[in-house]
């Protein structure tokens, strides 16, 4: 099945630095990729859409100065935070859509963002 | 705004029994509809999927889907252990976005 790669796994940055998080679709083409946060013991919450070529999509609340968004191919999503602060320390998980209109998303790993 | 709702837990059952999870859905046009078991730290893991109205049954999972009622629900049945995790409802909507619910904290006594 397709898989999607997200890296780094876990992340520990200082306040005020600025972290990358890649998600890569190893197999297939994603012309668009989904951003999650996930807060302890919460749900996913869809922060933005990542469009190839265009600019992401940011859900209401989503600051997109801060959660900077960049699919510059068709293989790549980047989602930076900018300026870091404890406050983002979150779990983040990118998805690719499905392929098709009865078929499931799929996964990256997640990332473990913690900011001391 | 679109909202998929769940009893947050936690469900505790024993081992061997059927565990019922629910889900409710408010966009009546959504057309698909999963499952995802998360445990602490991970990323979601596909249980079920459903498409269409009536049950799925994968192994001892069962999904149940009533689109009148706006209504999803997962069966465990022969609950073990290794089932304890979280489980998320969710329903994809147009352009393939995906929205989840809160979960529902899933302990299987042993």
């Known amino acids: 099945g397709a898989v999607v790669s997200q890296h780094p796994s876990w992340v520990i940055c200082k306040s005020g630095t600025s972290v990358k998080i890649e998600c890569r679709s190893l197999?297939?083409?994603?012309?668009?990729m989904f951003w999650y946060r996930q807060f302890p013991k919460q749900s996913l919450m869809l922060m933005a859409t990542?469009?190839?070529?265009?600019?992401?999509?940011?859900e209401q609340g989503v600051e997109k100065d801060k959660f900077l968004i960049n699919h510059a191919s068709l293989t790549l999503s980047t989602l930076t935070v900018t300026s870091a602060h404890p406050e983002d320390s979150s779990f983040y998980i990118c998805?690719?859509?499905?392929?098709?209109?009865?078929?499931?998303?799929?996964f990256g790993q997640g990332t473990r963002l913690t900011v001391v | 705004q679109k909202e998929v709702e769940q009893n947050s837990g936690p469900l505790s059952v024993p081992e061997g029994a059927i565990a019922s999870l629910n889900c409710t859905y408010s966009?009546?046009?959504?057309?698909?509809f999963f499952w995802y078991r998360q445990y602490s730290g991970k990323s979601p893991e596909l249980i079920m999927s459903?498409?269409?109205?009536g049950d799925k049954e994968d192994g001892r999972f069962t999904a149940q889907l009533n689109k009148a009622s706006q209504y999803v629900s997962l069966l465990i049945r022969d609950s073990q252990p290794s089932d304890s995790a979280t489980y998320l409802c969710?329903?994809?909507?147009?352009?393939?976005?995906?929205?989840f619910g809160a979960g529902t904290r899933l302990f299987v006594k042993a």
């Open positions: 998805s690719a859509p499905p392929t098709g209109v009865n078929t499931e998303a799929f």
């Open positions: 197999d297939f083409q994603a012309t668009t």
């Open positions: 990542s469009n190839e070529g265009s600019k992401a999509t940011y």
């Open positions: 966009d009546r046009g959504s057309q698909s």
């Open positions: 459903i498409y269409s109205n």
């Open positions: 969710a329903v994809r909507y147009g352009g393939f976005k995906t929205i």
